[in-house]
């Protein structure tokens, strides 16, 4: 099982077996092929989170299909020039996706895409890391991470990532952007609710490359923003349905439950059901379907960060209870085919 010591300062919510085992649910749906394409891989002094545990998640009786590793800072090179130890993490994570796809480890895909760091502060240079992760990556290498996360109250802050603000606007972000699509990559955007704006402007600017937002762009609600939750919602969803005319961003549905999203989940004496999740969160999940349509959508897990507030099998039921009025190709692109299409997955 997966170890956790972190303090309660921490940006994440302590991952609390025992807890989580207080609560089990029927498996809804079992067969439905369901593709998680945002998941992370770590081994850290205060967390581990290997491929063991991650098996233990998909392992809990959803059909999970395949996944999709996204960059945390795990594994990188500890020395040879700043700019190419990030690659560290993709050979890493292709050794895992090889040990996956030998079937010794059940039918799930783990891995079959990965997305990686490059500081695209380093402008045009950044082409020849992306060229190295690519080799890395056995032919899994998707697209990059390059988190812009910022706001002007600090305790929002994540002390691992410390962008400037406006780094989007930045021309030397900007001329390493440039260099994803002629390599046929992507992006993968993580920031917070006030910073889509900014988003959607990259996404105009560069048409050609394929933009992930991830987990709902972040809508915030702790320290300056605490209280504020239906103002913070009609703020987000402005900006999801301007984003959403960008024909070339898809939205993941997920990573709602970290610390920054102020649900008090990992509160309660008892786990929430899935039931509880879903009555939460379809206000936001509907939003983006409306938005973008379910064929730019794509349903996410966020292990083991939102692990803190809920267990995985709970999760994915809550997903699909709110996917319960789809038709069967919007359930099918929500679950499975729209991350298959983004990440150009060989399942």
């Not at 090179?77 to 010794?104: D, H, I, W």
């Not at 349509?293 to 803190?308: H, I, L, Q, T, Y």
Request: aromatic share 10%.
């Amino acid at each position: 099982m997966s170890t956790t010591t972190q303090p309660a300062h921490s940006p994440y919510l302590v991952v609390r077996d025992e807890w989580l085992a207080r609560r089990t649910e029927t498996i809804l749906e079992p067969d439905l092929p369901i593709v998680d394409p945002h998941h992370h891989l770590w081994e850290r002094p205060d967390w581990t989170y290997m491929l063991d545990d991650l098996l233990a998640d998909t392992n809990s009786g959803h059909n999970i299909v395949g996944t999709v590793f996204v960059q945390c800072r795990s594994m990188h090179r500890a020395g040879g020039p700043e700019a190419f130890r990030p690659v560290g993490e993709t050979e890493f994570c292709n050794g895992v996706a090889a040990m996956s796809a030998s079937g010794g480890y059940g039918h799930t895909k783990v891995n079959a895409g990965i997305v990686g760091h490059v500081d695209l502060r380093n402008g045009a240079a950044a082409a020849a890391v992306l060229e190295a992760h690519i080799r890395a990556g056995g032919g899994r290498f998707r697209g990059i991470r390059h988190i812009t996360a910022y706001d002007p109250d600090p305790t929002l802050m994540n002390p691992a990532y410390t962008p400037p603000p406006g780094l989007m606007f930045d021309k030397t972000f900007r001329e390493g952007f440039a260099q994803l699509a002629p390599l046929n990559l992507t992006f993968d955007a993580w920031l917070y609710h006030p910073q889509i704006g900014d988003v959607a402007a990259l996404a105009r600017a560069f048409p050609g490359t394929g933009i992930c937002l991830n987990h709902i762009g972040g809508p915030l609600a702790i320290g300056s923003y605490a209280g504020r939750r239906e103002e913070v919602f009609a703020a987000w969803s402005k900006s999801i349905r301007d984003i959403a005319l960008c024909p070339n961003v898809v939205v993941k549905l997920g990573g709602m439950a970290m610390r920054i999203n102020g649900w008090d989940f990992h509160e309660k004496v008892d786990p929430p059901t899935s039931a509880e999740l879903a009555a939460a969160w379809t206000p936001y999940v509907e939003t983006c379907i409306e938005a973008f349509g379910a064929s730019r959508c794509m349903f996410e897990s966020n292990f083991p960060v939102d692990k803190g507030s809920y267990s995985y099998a709970a999760y994915w039921n809550a997903c699909k209870i709110m996917a319960k009025g789809a038709s069967a190709s919007e359930k099918a692109d929500l679950f499975s085919g729209t991350a298959a299409r983004f990440y150009r997955l060989e399942l």
